[in-house]
Nanobody, 124 residues
């Protein structure tokens, strides 16, 4: 089992930045793919970004390319999402997820473990 806990959500003005963190515990995630997803009210949960823990290969949704950066810190088993140039459309609950696979994936069903989510609100 892998436990995931997200931190760092909050309220920010449009154009601002936030950094989300996700602490992983339990089984080692060194062979996992880690991802960030988000869900706005009344909408489905959408893919944001993913990274392979071992090689650092990344994948981003088109809507966040050039603005968001996913990274991981091996020694702390922590995943990050640096979000810059935030827009009101980025407002959502952000979820951290882990997948027992070797290649990055965007599909919800590819991920085995999920955090509880953290709210990000971007005001205009």
């Amino acid at each position: 089992q892998v436990q995931l806990v997200e931190f760092g959500g909050g309220l920010v003005q449009a154009g601002g930045s936030l950094r989300l963190s996700c602490a992983a515990s339990g089984r080692t995630v060194s062979n996992y793919v880690m991802g960030w997803f988000r869900q706005a009210p009344g909408k489905e949960r959408d893919f944001v970004a993913a990274i392979t823990w071992f090689g650092g290969n990344t994948l981003y949704a088109d809507s966040v390319k050039g603005r968001f950066t996913i990274s991981r810190e091996n020694g702390k088993s922590t995943l990050y999402l640096q979000m810059n140039s935030l827009k009101p459309a980025d407002t959502a609950v952000y979820y951290c997820a882990a997948a027992a696979r070797a290649t990055v994936a965007a599909a919800n069903r590819a991920y085995n473990y999920w955090g509880q989510g953290t709210q990000v609100t971007v005001s205009s």
